[in-house]
């Protein structure tokens, strides 16, 4: 059973780059597409974006040009860089694996990581 | 303000039906864009509730169902129970911008 497990700071200064990673357990990250979530506190899910395992990507058009997803298949990971932060990027940050159709489609997001709080503050 | 537009609250006793609306356009759930839906359980990362509009995951019980026409989607809980209360978010795709992954805002689901 594939399981997903977020790291990285929790505390990160404005303006510098938020970095997380996304270790897959349980099974491999090839053949699949791979999301980023956020949610501020006391609000909703944000999508961030998504990377296929040969590297092709997806973002958010709010947040194009701030974020940037990369994948290592050989650790089995994926890694979630934002730019610039500030007060408003605080949040839980979740990765999930993305269903996707025979065709390719989207098709939800089928298991997800326990989340990481990330604070930004001086 | 997100694309989808979610009720941000809904209640109902135990035993009985409660519905979510999610409210799209002509450029996501209208543009023929599969509808997802999440449960979220205080504290807790989303579960994959409902995908493809009306399929459930192994292991989430059949009073949880889904439907899409138009525009719009619904999930349904039928014999509510004390465990159902949560937050529950539609999600779907968006072709505009050259596509994206959408979020509903959130229904908190009260069981009286």
């Known amino acids: 059973q594939v399981q997903l497990q977020e790291s990285g700071p929790g505390l990160v200064k404005p303006s510098e780059t938020l970095s997380l990673t996304c270790a897959v357990s349980?099974?491999?990250?090839?053949?699949?597409?791979w999301s980023w979530i956020r949610q501020p506190p006391g609000k909703g899910l944000e999508w961030l974006g998504y990377?296929?395992?040969?590297?092709?990507?997806n973002y958010s058009p709010s947040l194009k040009g701030r974020v940037t997803i990369s994948i290592d298949t050989s650790k089995n990971q994926f890694s979630l860089k934002m730019t610039s932060v500030t007060a408003p990027d605080t949040a839980v940050y979740y990765c999930?694996?993305?269903?996707?159709?025979?065709?390719?489609?989207?098709?939800?997001?089928?298991?997800w990581g326990q989340g990481t709080t990330v604070t930004v503050s001086s | 303000q997100s694309v989808l537009t979610q009720p941000p609250s809904v209640s109902g006793a135990p035993g009985q039906r409660v519905t979510i609306s999610c409210t799209g356009s002509?450029?996501?759930?209208?543009?023929?864009?599969?509808v997802h839906w999440y449960q979220q359980l205080p504290g807790t990362a989303p579960k994959f509730l409902i995908y493809?509009?009306?399929n459930r995951p192994s292991g989430v019980p059949d009073r949880f169902s889904g439907s899409k026409s138009g525009t719009s989607a619904s999930l349904a809980i039928t014999g509510l129970q004390a465990e159902d209360e949560a937050d529950y978010y539609c999600?779907?795709?968006?072709?505009?911008?050259?596509?994206?992954?959408?979020f509903g805002g959130g229904t908190k689901l009260t069981v009286l």
């Open positions: 990377i296929y395992y040969s590297g092709s990507t």
């Open positions: 349980g099974g491999s990250i090839r053949g699949y597409y």
């Open positions: 002509s450029s996501n759930i209208g543009a023929a864009y599969d």
């Open positions: 999600q779907s795709y968006d072709r505009s911008l050259g596509g994206f992954v959408i």
């Open positions: 999930a694996r993305v269903l996707t159709t025979f065709g390719g489609d989207f098709y939800g997001l089928d298991v």
């Open positions: 493809g509009n009306n």
